[in-house]
């Protein structure tokens, strides 16, 4: 019953769960957030998961390589990066249409892919969970924080990353400035275009690193449209984290626990239905949001195209 | 806030939006002795569960009636949004088709509104019961509790810690049946041990079914079973934690030959059959049909890789006889 919830054997259960759940969804927003921070709004990050994760899942299978396999989803990202570059910035095309077009393109070519050179559901031998000696074998904390996959890890890391590139660094403060004030920028030497280039492009290879998370990292499989809606909720943190590294980190472990939370709920036969359950995280999440009022606004040039005054 | 909202109903509106690809080939006049079927699947015909179940069915009947020339399928899959399910339905039924196959519950509803517009086209639909009472609407469903039932009392055997978890879809429909069949099975041979059901709530969510898996299994679960295509990502966490599981809808040995210890496999054929004769007799529809282990629309198949398969066997030839024979009676909650 409810007081089951409280065994330790269960608070670790959910909190090991909840770290591994939330990984795809950082590496996605995190690099949501840069492109967001320079003013454009990404919403293909669905359809660029879903490639990096059959590219990751397929090189692997074929040659192997695990390393290969990351280094194959994160060039596909970038490519879908690319391209969602040339069209936000060369062709100054509406952003939200055009992502969603890429987010179409991304589900169909993966499954087209799939149905082509896989054919059926396979698995692979994923990057395997690191054990430290000493620290792994601590109960509990052990299991909670120290026995994850390599790629967990880096999805951690990289919050703390992102965090210094965009409020320490040089590129940091072209990429705010493009995003609050493009035409201000432009007049003080920052090629708008080019920082934009940059920031779409990496978004793109932290959602194909994503992909690969799920496909060769946390699942080991590839199956059509297995990202089921990540991409998407990876955008609304990067709303909810008000477009900073740590809220993303937040509102991504605060989802992601509930969901831990709510599969214990169900596993323990606590007496709730599971559409209740299972409708948990994203209640939640939208409470938080609506009496959390965030004094923070989003950039003031997000989803608008620059066009150069001559 | 403004824009929060405005970005919340598009995601919304999207995570309705699923793919529409792998229409089938376009058809070409056929002369009149070829029987020509088509089929709409909620998802892939390789998803190793209930579109797959249909397609190698269908693939089957075809062998039977003297390949493509005599037979032939298309399909629709990944059909996951109903309005594109309809449109397709009645875009075959516009070109001819001898039977339209609407496979999948939420489909009814389309159904109801096109078949009255092609009195001459058959139409199936499953999994139910149901045929409006139109003339031209076979209903086709399994009685998925059988397997599960069988399923669930190898799982009692074989199980050391008496914890079995049970991952779902939805609770409803094909599913439902499937897990309450299994869950009577566990607690007829084993009153004592504890089944834990968890429903993810989605038929796609990949990494909610693995992460159900490693809950379970944290939770004590030395035996896992799942319906619906979403489990690969479970059997995954299985094969890592050396846990036993049993399959359904689709034979799902090949994912992991070592831990499926037996799968329920839905045998559409013997349904298809018959409303294949009743056509080609002028009876378009009508009538409703049950898959079941008496008349081999559905059959327990044994890994033969397992290494529990010597015992298993026999134990499932056994209550299978005895769901046959009426000796075992399945009381669902």
Redesign the interface.
């Known amino acids: 019953m409810i007081s089951d919830l409280f065994s330790v ?2 608070l ?2 959910i909190l090991a ?1 909840g770290i ?2 939330a990984t ?1 969804y950082l590496y996605a927003a995190i690099g949501e957030t840069f492109s967001q921070r320079s003013g454009v709004l990404n ?1 293909g990050v ?1 359809g660029q998961m879903l490639l990096g994760a059959f590219a990751a899942f397929y090189v692997t299978l074929t040659t192997g390589n695990l390393w290969l396999g990351l280094m194959t989803a994160m060039l596909v990202g970038a490519l879908m990066g690319l391209a969602m570059a040339y069209v936000t910035v060369n062709l100054q095309a509406q952003q ?1 249409i055009s992502g ?1 077009g890429f ?2 393109f991304g ?2 070519m993966s ?2 892919l799939f ?1 082509k050179l896989m ?5 692979v031998k994923g990057f395997p969970k690191i054990h430290i000696p000493g620290l792994s074998d601590i109960p509990g904390i052990g299991e909670i924080f120290f026995s994850q996959n390599i790629l967990v890890y880096g999805a951690y890391l990289l919050v703390p990353i992102a965090w210094f590139v965009l409020n320490k660094t040089t590129l940091g403060l072209k990429i705010r400035s493009v995003g609050e004030n493009p035409d201000a920028a432009d007049s003080l030497g920052v090629n708008v275009g080019r920082i934009r280039y940059f920031t779409i492009i990496l978004g793109g290879i932290l959602s194909g690193v994503a992909g690969a998370s ?1 496909s060769i990292a ?4 590839f ?4 990202t ?3 991409g ?2 990876a ?2 943190l990067v ?1 909810f984290g008000a477009w900073r590294p740590t809220g993303v980190l937040g509102g991504a472990l605060l989802f992601s626990l509930i ?2 939370l709510q ?2 709920v ?4 606590i007496p709730v ?3 209740i ?3 948990m995280p994203y209640v939640l999440t939208i409470l938080v ?1 609506v009496t959390s009022v965030s004094k923070v606004r ?1 950039p003031s040039a ?1 989803s608008k195209p620059f066009e150069r005054e001559n | 806030m403004k ?2 909202a405005w ?2 109903t ?2 919304l509106a ?2 309705l ?3 529409a ?2 229409a089938g080939a376009t058809p070409t006049p056929a002369p009149v002795e070829k029987f020509r079927v088509a089929v709409v699947m909620p ?2 015909i ?3 569960a209930f579109s797959q179940s249909m397609y190698d069915a269908l693939v089957r009947v075809q062998k039977d009636m003297g390949g493509p020339d005599k037979f032939e399928i298309v399909y629709s899959e ?1 059909m996951f949004v109903v309005d594109d399910a309809a449109a397709a339905i009645r875009d075959y039924a516009t070109k001819g088709y001898d039977l339209v196959i609407a496979h999948g519950s939420q489909y009814g509803s389309s159904l109801q509104e096109i078949a009255p517009d092609f009195p001459d086209t058959s139409f199936a639909w499953g999994t139910t019961v149901d045929t409006f009472g139109l003339p031209n609407v076979f209903a086709y469903e399994a009685a998925s509790q059988e397997g599960g039932y069988v399923n669930g009392v190898l799982a009692a055997a074989l199980t050391n810690t008496d914890v079995i ?1 049970v991952i779902g879809p ?2 409803t429909g094909d599913a439902k049946l499937y897990v309450d069949g299994f869950k009577a099975g566990v607690l007829s041979a084993k009153p004592g041990a504890q089944v ?7 038929f ?5 079914a ?3 898996a ?3 299994i ?2 004590g679960a030395d035996i896992l079973t799942g319906t619906a ?2 489990v ?2 479970a059997i ?1 966490k299985a ?1 890592e934690a050396n846990v036993l599981w049993f399959g359904t809808q689709s034979n799902q040995s ?3 030959p070592k831990i499926v210890v037996a799968s329920q496999v839905y045998h559409w054929e013997v349904v298809l059959k018959q409303m294949i004769d009743l056509i080609q007799g002028g009876t378009l529809g009508g009538q409703s049909f049950t898959a079941n282990l008496a008349n081999g629309g559905e059959v327990i198949e044994v890994n033969p890789d397992s290494n529990v398969f010597d015992y298993a066997k026999p134990l499932a030839e056994d209550t299978v006889k005895g769901i046959i024979d009426g000796s075992i009676k399945i009381t669902l909650p």
């Open positions: 054997t269960v670790v259960g769960s591994r759940l795809p919403l669905e939200g969603i987010y179409l589900l169909g499954d087209l149905q054919g059926t559901v396979e698995t799920l946390l699942l080991n499989v199956q059509q449209n297995m089921s809606g990540q998407f909720i955008v609304a709303y969901n831990a599969l214990w169900q596993v323990l036969n239905p599971s559409e359950a299972v409708m949001l989003a997000l | 824009k929060f970005l919340l598009l995601v999207l995570s939006v699923l793919s690809c792998g998802s892939a390789n998803d190793l990944n978890g939805i609770e834990n059901v968890n429903y993810i709530g989605s796609s969510d990949t990494a909610l693995a992460e159900a490693t809950t379970h944290a939770a295509q979403m690969v990502g995954g094969e090949s994912l992991a």
